[in-house]
Nanobody, 117 residues
């Protein structure tokens, strides 16, 4: 099993920046891709950004050019740097890790990001 713990959420004004971290523990050798997803009240969970073991990244169109995902494989940690934040970025942000053996997904508990206008 893999456990994921996010940190770094909070309240920021529009135009500001926040950084999120997600540390994995447990059977981390099972992890392949990692990523960030978000869910706002009344909305579906949506992809924000993902990163593979080799560093290939993928971003939602809504965050391209503003958010940057990165990964420290040695520390089993994935980061999300969020710049030029907008009120519509307000959501609970979840870290996800994919198990390459079972194709199951592990999820963190989520961290709230609130952007005030």
């Amino acid at each position: 099993q893999v456990q994921l713990v996010e940190s770094g959420g909070g309240l920021v004004q529009a135009g500001g920046s926040l950084g999120l971290s997600c540390a994995a523990s447990g059977s981390t050798f099972r992890i392949n891709d990692m990523g960030w997803y978000r869910q706002a009240p009344g909305k579906q969970n949506e992809l924000v950004a993902t990163i593979t073991l080799t560093g290939t990244t993928n971003y939602a169109d809504s965050v391209k050019g503003r958010f940057t995902i990165s990964r420290d494989i040695a520390k089993n940690t994935v980061f999300l740097q969020m710049n030029s934040l907008k009120p519509e970025d307000t959501s609970v942000y979840y870290c996800r890790a994919t198990d390459w053996i079972t194709n199951n997904n592990y999820w963190g508990q989520g961290t709230q990001v609130t952007v005030s206008s």
